[in-house]
């Protein structure tokens, strides 16, 4: 989770083109810092990705952690919550 006031702190938003799937794509790159966030974001192994495209991620499902603007995450905890059972099982 991270607030608003944080969020340019720990990621900008950037225009990719995928040779994979040949499309253009908004995404949020996380910037460098090093903490537990970032050492458990964006770390799957590729045969688990949900997104196949190179360098790209689902923000849900491909990150052990899931960054999710608090706001977000107040108005269905519950959804977090699942999903995180949900990441720990695919990996037992």
């Not at 995928?18 to 799957?44: A, G, K, P, Y």
């Not at 495209?53 to 689902?58: E, I, R, S």
């Amino acid at each position: 989770m991270y607030t608003e006031e944080a969020k340019a702190s720990i990621m900008r938003e950037t225009v990719h083109n995928c040779s994979t799937c040949n499309q253009e794509h908004t995404v949020n790159n996380l910037l460098e810092f090093d903490n537990l966030v970032s050492r458990n974001t964006l770390n799957i192994k590729p045969e688990f990705k949900k997104n196949k495209c190179v360098g790209l991620y689902d923000s849900k499902h491909d990150s052990y952690i899931s960054l999710v603007p608090y706001e977000t995450f107040k108005e269905n905890t519950q959804k977090y919550i699942d999903l995180a059972l949900e990441k720990k099982k695919s990996f037992e």
